[in-house]
């Protein structure tokens, strides 16, 4: 899914698909915290859609379905994976500017580094 998003910008609906029926899973094998999966997830969409519209697509679709979809399974560790994808984004962006091999207002795939911070969530998870 990283590499898909890192080529052609676009994170194909057949994985969400995949990543929100495993969510769903974990919210019947987990339901004593169902609601607060489902909030998280209806609060991070309404969220990162209101960040699309006003940066006009400054965040893809697939991104913010993404995002969603993984609430599902990660519960409250999602802001520790947002909060890490964003910084690494940033942090590679800004660096990418400075050498002048991106420009300023070109656009980057989130996937890849929403991806990253998934990984590092497990890691911590199981330190």
Do not use: H, W
Request: glycine residues 8%; hydrophobic residues 60%.
């Amino acid at each position: 899914m990283a590499y898909i998003d890192y080529k052609q910008k676009i994170i194909p609906d057949k994985l969400n698909i995949i990543i929100v029926l495993l969510g769903i899973i974990n919210t019947m094998i987990d339901f004593k915290n169902c609601k607060v999966y489902i909030a998280l997830a209806a609060i991070i969409f309404t969220v990162f859609l209101f960040i699309a519209i006003v940066t006009d697509g400054g965040i893809g679709g697939g991104d913010i379905k993404l995002l969603t979809a993984l609430s599902l399974i990660f519960g409250i560790s999602m802001l520790e994976i947002i909060i890490f994808a964003l910084l690494i984004a940033s942090i590679i962006s800004i660096y990418l500017i400075i050498v002048r091999k991106q420009k300023y207002n070109s656009s980057i795939a989130l996937g890849p580094y929403i991806c990253i911070g998934v990984f590092v969530s497990l890691i911590d998870s199981f330190l």
